[in-house]
């Protein structure tokens, strides 16, 4: 039987295998069962309720599955190399397979290939891999070669590099060359990524181990290692150059044959400087480094980069590959590789007898399509306007005497005509939304002979100044020196903060890594038709400008009006437009019908550049009707009490007795570890025998589940902390009352953690005892909270007009009188009763003034309560109403939520909330009383067509803690 490449949709197949088959496990559970602790640990954090319900970002659904299909693949089925992976999941796909191929040395181990479309976060699944890797590294009970503690991250060029820097070490601080740990992404989105328990060990490490390219076995590291390099770590010592730290095309992959007989000589050119000859011999040193390591992962960004080249016949691996080929190969099970692409396969053939050839290890396949209907991405339109369709026969290529570049076509002319066209409009009408929005507009020209005549037409013909147009030039492989570099930069990756420059001109170099949001035009001038090259083109403007739930509707309404009903966008909202190429009719062909794309044939205006998204402010006599919330905060010099809990009033454990956990669990010595079964935290490996469970090891017990209780406040991000109301505690104290509650009411008897292996029963399988005592703390804490001596506090009136600007849908607002605002918005999707119950106080005459709270901006105004499941979590309520002698913080439900039972439990909670309010002094309470309502839909309705006031209706609706059904706890 012949050989068959493996080519095709056969690696995308795989990918699609794999994900069903990981899916499965994960939703019978049994993944849970066949992963160690600390990646059933991080699974539940990332992945499960209660933690994905109380946090305001998450993984989504092409992250998810990347990271679930690789722990399901290296950990639950242990696969060896990349033929394995068919043999576990897809033997039906290996008469396809070419078995020759995959027993080449690059495949000999295991290896990955995520396949994410541009723009959708592959970064942050890079960040959960290797939190996986480490956590199970750092906490296994014995050496199994499966993880690591060792990272190399390789780029293909310095335009990624910086973005891993960025990403792992902080961004650089303004005006210098700094970079700030706490801007890094693990600090930024600690929240998703880091489980409390884990957090300190987490961050310890990256600060401590990571190493940039010029650091790798120079810098003395901890206990492992994050190495961040360039491809160009790989190279031979006789092929580097000064420009090494590059953006390149095609991997070099030739060997100069002077260079190899004539020895270097040491001078001021050609690469041979002393500096220069040392810094390549230091190159060996660092690949020996690497491959001296014991265990080692992988992370190659970009990755379509490493494939083979076909010289004189013969296949050659790239530079890239055969680098870690040579660090790969003393390590056999101890080393594994993830590569991430957008584009994961190399092109056979040319013209139309071209086709894709996959990595024949693709894993996972989140597609561009999935990308852009699920709203990730912005839209792809095409610009199919008259003026471009129209006239035939024009050259859309730059004129030339020969191989001089003289100027650009009348074609190329119009093209970058129709783009400033669609700029300026988006410029004028961004603006009057968002003064800190401004569009940009990219430039792919044909080669660095070509970007001064573009500059030149831009400014002279059409007006641009010189710093409207940024002119990034590079060589034929895209390289720019890092000298150059180092200007370039921090303008380049800062354009979405300023106006200015407005276009951006290249060739290849900003086709990866220059992940900015600002892309809205892209006029691509190159006549290239490769598909690598033009995916890459449209990658560099799909990631979102536009976020925020106000915008959130209409780009739902755009994509079903350009992909269901094949029409023109309302507006150009989160829109990427590609101003129409000759040369690219089939890559436009395929995107549409792909349905990743639609075509703009209107022409464009100023009134369909936004849609009906209006800007409303504050109106002149906005403090008439401004409202403020009160939040007790606690004297600076005071804390909270903790004598003030009663333990005496915390449930014990009654669901087994004592004397039964000791004769089952208080044995002598031996390993174990314990889980928390709500929350999934691991407590940690105890090695114990005889009396060794000491003091120590019980205060960390202790400390480790008040870490649990306060850290389940759900928060916005890290940025958005300060702006809600702090739970405080003293944490040494609470400690204290904890450990008075474990020894004398936890088993309504005394008990000693330190006599007779008691110890044990704390730590007991499936945290039985230990979920106990935290949901007994949480309510200790919450009741010690809204207990506070409101007579010694501080009180803090937080006024809504300090969210001065509302960004709505004209098509779905309402003109109001009673408020801080001219307009209020309302829901396009089962929004009436809110536009009904706004109409209706806004014409009530006991209504003095009132506030439809927005819980992303308005995030001071939230009540903390506890969930069902025990946990501490809070929430904002809709509507502030003030009347003479009340203020109503009023609930609005749908009938099928009004009898949920976290519903209830926030009930109870806002209930004790205004008594305390209540109970402070009258001038800290505008004077008024402050009752809590929950307005169901038909109950709202009925008494509306009764003719009856606000007064009235809540009076009917007033929610009582006895009208309440069960209790707190």
Known sequence: MAKKQLNGDIPLELAKIISEETNNAFNDGSLFEQVTPTTRDLIKFWFCEPHTETRNINFHEGQRQSILNTIYLHEVLKVENVLDIYNRVAEDLLPFVNMVDLKKEKYSYPKYAIKMATGTGKTWVMHALMIWQLLNAKHEEQYSSRYTKNFLIVAPGIIVYDR???????????????????KNDYYSNEDLFLPPAYKEEIISFI???????????????????????????????????????????????????????LPARPSLSAGNSLEQLDRQYLRGNELDYLAELPNLMVINDEAHHIHENKVNGEIEEVEWQEGLNFIARNKLDKFMQVDFSATPYDNVGSGKNATKVYFPYIITDFDLKTAILKGYVKTILIDKRQEITDLQGLDFKAIRDGRKVVSISEGQRLMLR???????????????????????????????????????????????????????????????????????????????????????????????????????????????????????????????????????????????????QKKSPLSYIDMLSIVEHPAFMNFYDELLSAGVAGIEERDLTNKNAIGDIIKVELKENYKEYDLFWPIVIKDAEEEIKPLDIDISKLNSFESFY????????????????????????????????????????????????????????????????????????????????????????????????????????????????????????????????????????????????????????????????????????????????????????????????????????????????????????????????????????????????????????????????CKKINSLNPEFRDNREWEYILLAENDFYTWKNNSASLIDICKYAKVVETAVQGTLF
């Open 164 to 182: 891993l820097l960025d990403a792992f070490k902080g961004k650089i601080k303004e005006g210098t060359q700094e970079r700030d740990e706490r």
């Open 207 to 261: 600060q401590n181990n990571t190493v940039t390219k010029d650091e790798i076995g120079k810098k003395i590291t901890g206990e492992g290692l994050i190495a961040i390099t360039n491809w160009h770590l790989f190279m031979s010592r006789d092929e580097t150059t000064d420009n090494e730290e590059l953006e390149t095309d095609v991997l070099y992959n030739g060997r100069s044959v002077i260079k190899d007989l």
């Open 418 to 564: 129709a783009g400033l066209k669609k700029l300026k409009i988006l410029e004028e009408e961004f603006v009057k939304i968002d003064e800190a929005k401004h569009p940009k507009m990219l430039v792919i020209c044909e080669d660095t002979s070509v970007t001064p005549f573009v500059e030149e037409f831009l400014i002279s013909e059409e007006g641009l100044t010189d710093k409207d147009v940024l002119r990034v030039d590079s060589n034929k492989k895209g390289d720019i020196n890092e000298s150059d570099w180092k200007v370039l930069k921090e303008k380049l990756f800062n354009i979405d903060k300023y106006s200015s420059p407005k276009v951006i001109v290249s060739v290849l170099m900003l086709r990866e890594g220059f992940d900015v949001n600002n892309i809205c035009v892209v006029v691509p001038l190159r006549a290239s038709t490769a598909p690598i090259l033009l995916e890459q083109t449209i990658g560099r403007g799909l990631r979102q400008m536009w976020r925020g739930k106000e915008y959130e509707e209409q780009k739902i309404e755009n994509r079903i009006r350009v992909f269901q």
């Open 658 to 913: 004592l004397n039964d956990l000791q004769k089952v669990i208080s044995t002598k010595g031996e390993s174990f570890i314990s889980k928390e079964i709500t929350v999934g935290t691991q407590f940690g490996k105890y090695e114990v025998n005889a009396n060794l469970f000491n003091a120590q090891t019980y205060n960390e017990y202790l400390q480790k589940i008040l870490k649990i209780i306060t850290n389940r406040i759900d928060k916005e991000g890290k940025k958005s902390k300060r702006d809600y109301p702090m739970l405080q505690v003293n944490e040494v104290e609470i400690i204290r009352v904890l450990d008075r509650y474990i020894r004398i009411k936890l088993f309504n008897q005394s008990f000693d953690p330190f006599v007779n292996y008691n110890w044990k029963v704390l730590l007991a399988k499936n945290g039985i005892v230990t979920h106990h005592i935290i949901k007994e703390m949480s309510k200790a804490i919450y009741e010690m909270q809204m207990n506070v001596e409101v007579s010694d506090a501080i009180i803090e009136k937080r006024y809504f007009s300090e969210v001065n600007t509302l960004r709505i849908r004209e098509d779905y607002s309402l003109d109001v009188s009673k408020t801080i605002f001219d307009k209020l918005g309302y829901p396009s999707n089962k929004g009436g009763l809110e536009k009904t119950f706004i109409e209706f106080i806004d014409l009530d005459a006991d209504v003095e003034s009132f506030i439809k709270i927005n819980e992303t901006q308005h995030r001071f105004s939230s009540i903390f309560y506890i969930r069902q499941d025990g946990l501490l979590s809070n929430y904002s309520p809709d509507f502030l109403v003030k009347t003479k002698d009340k203020y109503y913080v009023i609930e609005t439900k749908g009938e099928d939520k009004k009898n949920d039972s976290n519903v209830k439990q926030k009930q109870l909670a806002t209930i004790e909330w």
